[in-house]
Structures are given as structure tokens and as C-alpha cells.
Nanobody, 115 residues
Framework: QVQFVESGGGLVQPGGSLRLSCAAP????????MGWYRQAPGKQRELVAS???????NYADSVNGRFTISRDNAKNTVSLQMNSLKPEDTAVYYC?????????WGQGTQVTVSS
């Protein structure tokens, strides 16, 4: 059974930072573009950032300039550094290949931005 394991979420004040990490199965990590997604209450899940196996990165307009995605090919992990967090960044964050495969969604990690 394929499983992505996300970690690093928490409660942070507006303007603060968090770093999320995701451990991915090697067979998937070595082949596919990886993505971070988020789902806020009452909203659809959306792509936040993605990184190809070659390191090309793409970001949603809402996070561009504040978030940085990176991948460690030796450790099969993908990270999301989130700076200058805003209340509207509050969501459950997930990692998955990109485009996502429905069977691979994990538990996600909760990020709450609030004073």
C-alpha cells in the first residue's frame, strides 16, 4: 500500500513560518513530479506548489514569493517552507504526486494561522 506521510503542521501567528515535510515511496518519488496541496474548510483541494524530478518548481499565485518547495532525492522527501503566513493559508496540507492519484492521499497535516 502506497502511503505519503506528512508532518510539520501546527498553529502559528500571522506572519510566522512553518516547514512541512513529506516522506514518499521511492518508486513514486523517483519518477513523478511531486506536489503539495491544501484543502481549507468548505473549499476544494488545490495545488499549492509542485517540483519536477529535475527540480523545476511551480507555485500557485496565492503563495508565490512566500512558499518554497524542495525535494531531497536521496531521502525521498519533499518539503514546503512557508513564510509570511496568512490566516487564509489555514488548511489541511497534503503531498501527492502531480497530477495526484486519488488512492495516494494521506492524512495530511493541519496548518492553522491565527492570532
Amino acid at each position: 500500500q502506497v502511503q505519503f506521510v506528512e508532518s510539520g503542521g501546527g498553529l502559528v501567528q500571522p506572519g510566522g513560518s512553518l516547514r512541512l515535510s513529506c516522506a514518499a515511496p521511492r518508486i513514486i518519488f523517483s519518477i513523478y513530479t511531486m506536489g503539495w496541496y491544501r484543502q481549507a474548510p468548505g473549499k476544494q483541494r488545490e495545488l499549492v506548489a509542485s517540483v519536477t524530478t529535475g527540480g523545476y518548481k511551480n507555485y500557485a499565485d496565492s503563495v508565490n514569493g512566500r512558499f518554497t518547495i524542495s525535494r531531497d532525492n536521496a531521502k525521498n522527501t519533499v518539503s514546503l517552507q512557508m513564510n509570511s503566513l496568512k490566516p487564509e493559508d489555514t488548511a489541511v496540507y497534503y503531498c501527492n504526486q502531480h497530477p495526484p492519484y486519488s488512492n495516494y492521499w494521506g492524512q495530511g497535516t493541519q496548518v492553522t494561522v491565527s492570532s
